[in-house]
C-alpha cells in the first residue's frame, strides 16, 4: 500500500482546507491519500484515509501550478471507502 500524505494547519475555522498539491495523478502515484487537519495549536481535528479513486473523482486540475487540487471537507468522510483515522492520528500526536 502506498500513501501520499497531505496535512493542513487551520488557524480559523473559515480557512481553506486545500491541501498541498498532488502531482502526477492521472500517473497513480499513491493508492491512499492519508489527509489530516489540525487546529492551530497542531491538535488533531479530522484525520481520513482517502482511497486514489475518490481522489480523482473530487481534485481539480490547475495548470497555472500543474498540479491537482484537493479540498479535505467534512463531507469526504461520507464518501465510500474512506476511513475516519482521526483517532489513531490522534493517538498517535498525544504520544509524541
Same mark, same amino acid.
Given at each position: 500500500?502506498?500513501?501520499?500524505? &497531505?496535512?493542513? %494547519?487551520?488557524?480559523?475555522? &473559515?480557512? !481553506? %482546507? @486545500?491541501? !498541498?498539491?498532488? %502531482?502526477?495523478?492521472?500517473?497513480?502515484? #499513491?493508492? @491512499?491519500? $492519508? /489527509? $489530516?487537519? #489540525?487546529?492551530?495549536? #497542531?491538535?488533531?481535528?479530522? $484525520?481520513?484515509?482517502?482511497?486514489? /479513486?475518490? +481522489?480523482?473523482? %473530487?481534485? &481539480? =486540475? *490547475?495548470?497555472?501550478?500543474?498540479?491537482? &487540487?484537493?479540498?479535505?471537507?467534512?463531507?469526504?468522510?461520507?464518501?465510500?471507502? +474512506?476511513?475516519?483515522?482521526?483517532?489513531?492520528? *490522534? =493517538?498517535? $500526536?498525544? *504520544?509524541?
Amino acid at each position: 500500500m502506498r500513501y501520499q500524505i &497531505k496535512a493542513r %494547519r487551520l488557524a480559523t475555522a &473559515k480557512e !481553506s %482546507r @486545500q491541501l !498541498s498539491a498532488i %502531482r502526477n495523478l492521472p500517473g497513480d502515484p #499513491f493508492d @491512499q491519500l $492519508a /489527509g $489530516a487537519l #489540525f487546529d492551530r495549536d #497542531f491538535g488533531v481535528i479530522r $484525520a481520513a484515509l482517502i482511497p486514489i /479513486g475518490i +481522489v480523482r473523482l %473530487r481534485a &481539480k =486540475r *490547475s495548470d497555472h501550478t500543474n498540479s491537482w &487540487k484537493f479540498i479535505l471537507t467534512d463531507d469526504v468522510w461520507d464518501e465510500p471507502g +474512506v476511513v475516519d483515522a482521526t483517532p489513531q492520528v *490522534s =493517538r498517535a $500526536a498525544l *504520544s509524541l
